[in-house]
């Protein structure tokens, strides 16, 4: 009921919406009909895997880093009584890490930096009428822009996983050499009570995530009209909904999985 | 040969083109003209099969596009070569790539046999030393050269071109008409222009279609519009002094 409230509070014009949900989901069924040639398909999904993926660790790594020692700290500095034990940092900064800040805090930078690149570099194929090349030589536009991205995008858990790997190396680093506590401690958090299924949730989230990643800043750049001011506009309109419908993905998944 | 039947088309209550029956023949210049939201683009459009249209029939050789199948279709669209006003090239993509690129997607070419059609191409629009420039390094009129190259490496039907003298310098604006002009009689295809350009006009249309406000005014050729009396026709293409003085020469000289 909350999504549905949710969502029906940021409708402006509903007809449209609705308009807009329809040929959304059209379009992934484009992405899968009349499939271009592997021999060219190939080269565009290696591009792609460059362009999202590789391209995107940098950044990934830099924040998961940095918020993971944050966490750490915050949460050692939020721990008064002298009853508890040291090592619950480890362990807070873990369940924090998997179950949260990797899978959905990541994919909403991510909806900011591959989203609006992929927005805008479709789109500005869509302003400059080569979108209307292809489908005048009877190529399934969909099919060659956006399936490339959705396949290279199947590859965003191993993003996902380097950001926990670096998020509870971050928290250890800020733990012990910020004189919060002991490596032995944290390392003991980190092991504390694991539940393999925290990681499977966290995997699951991080395909839908994926999926979201790949198709909702496509639909805004494939569907865009006007110029170049458009184009711009595009990509903020796809950063928002992007990342509105991770949170709500994300909160219904959650009650699924783990309520 | 492409025909057009009672050809209606609109956007919501703007009824753009309102009944157009005409046709386009092959081994001919077809040219498009009229002013500025008459409706020039939307019907090159709907001769591509880019929008829908309401009512009417479109034919190609016969074959009537809205009887087709996805895949008749598809292989109808392979057909077809289209030149845009922008160039429309792939901007990641270098020019011979450019060039390439529907022998790869529509042939089971080898890739020296790819080549070797690139090459050939390339030549036949005087740009054989160009292959490894990207579409942003060559100017307005190398564009337009490689916009036709592409049209025309998988040996189109049809060739479609949307204002293709934009944005060109007059010497420029010939040396593409020409082009147009000599693949049309060599490949002997159905080539439709949408044009402003009267130079066009008065060069290379072996046919004209006159459109004003979404309806067919006039049809006839670059020797017969010095003739005619239409008045939506003379004020547009005679709206220059230049054109009124050529129009009264020939029409001294012819008389």
Same mark, same amino acid.
């Given at each position: ?259 | ?53 309401? *009512?009417?029939?479109?034919?190609? *050789? ?7 199948? !996805? ?32 022998? !790869? ?9 790819? @080549?070797? !059609? ?18 942003? #390094? ?64 008065? #060069? ?14 006039? *049809? ?23 054109? !009124? ?6 029409? @001294? @000289?012819?008389?």
């Amino acid at each position: 009921m909350l999504i549905i409230f949710y969502t029906l509070a940021l409708m402006k014009n509903p007809i449209t919406y609705l308009q807009n949900i329809g040929t959304y989901f059209i379009m992934i069924k484009d992405i899968f009909r009349r499939p271009t040639k592997w021999s060219v398909m190939k080269p565009l999904i290696l591009k792609d895997i460059d362009d999202l993926i590789i391209g995107s660790i940098g950044i990934v790594a830099f924040i998961s880093f940095f918020v993971g020692g944050v966490v750490a700290i915050q949460t050692s500095l939020n721990m008064t009584s002298p009853i508890m034990p040291k090592y619950l940092v480890g362990f807070a900064t873990r369940q924090s890490i998997i179950l949260e800040f990797a899978p959905t805090f990541i994919s909403i930078i991510m909806a900011g930096k591959v989203g609006s690149f992929i927005t805008s570099s479709i789109g500005t194929m869509r302003v400059t009428e080569q979108i209307d090349a292809l489908e005048v030589m009877g190529i399934n536009g969909i099919n060659y822009l956006v399936f490339p991205k959705f396949i290279a995008l199947t590859l965003y858990p191993f993003v996902i996983s380097i950001a926990m790997f670096l998020g509870i190396l971050g928290g250890l680093m800020a733990c012990v050499y910020g004189g919060y506590g002991t490596m032995e401690d944290y390392i003991e958090g980190v092991q504390l009570d694991f539940i393999p299924f925290h990681f499977i949730y966290a995997f699951i989230k991080t395909f839908v995530f994926a999926f979201l990643l790949a198709t909702i800043p496509s639909y805004y750049g494939y569907f865009m009209k006007g110029g170049a001011l458009e184009v711009g506009k595009a990509s903020t309109t796809s950063f928002v909904w992007t990342s509105v419908m991770i949170i709500l993905v994300n909160f219904l998944l959650t009650s699924l999985l783990l309520g | 040969m492409i025909e057009v039947k009672n050809l209606h088309k609109s956007f919501g209550d703007v009824h753009i083109l309102k009944g157009i029956t005409t046709s386009f023949e092959k081994g001919k210049t077809n040219l498009i003209i009229g002013q500025s939201g008459s409706g020039k683009t939307v019907f090159l459009k709907c001769l591509l099969g880019l929008f829908e249209y309401e *009512e009417g029939s479109i034919s190609y *050789e016969g074959k009537n596009f809205n009887e087709l199948s !996805r895949n008749e279709k598809t292989n109808l669209r392979s057909e077809m070569g289209m030149v845009f006003q922008g160039s429309a090239l792939f901007d990641s993509m270098t020019i011979a790539e450019n060039v390439m690129f529907p022998l !790869r997607m529509f042939t089971k070419q080898s890739k020296t046999e790819m @080549e070797d !059609r690139v090459n050939e191409v390339l030549k036949r629009v005087n740009l054989e030393n160009a292959h490894s420039k990207m579409p942003s #390094e060559a100017s307005g009129g190398m564009q337009k050269r490689v916009a036709i190259a592409r049209a025309i490496v998988n040996r189109p039907k049809f060739l479609f071109c949307d204002e293709p003298n934009s944005g060109l310098d007059p010497r420029t604006a010939i040396v593409i008409d020409n082009l147009i002009q000599e693949i049309t009689d060599e490949f002997n295809i159905t080539t439709v222009v949408n044009t402003h350009d009267m130079n066009s006009v008065m #060069e290379i249309g072996e046919k004209i279609v006159f459109l004003k406000d979404g309806l067919l005014e006039w *049809e006839g050729s670059s020797e017969t519009i010095f003739r005619t009396e239409n008045e939506a026709v003379t004020n547009f293409v005679y709206s220059s002094n230049l054109f !009124r003085k050529v129009r009264k020469m020939y029409l @001294e @000289e012819n008389n």
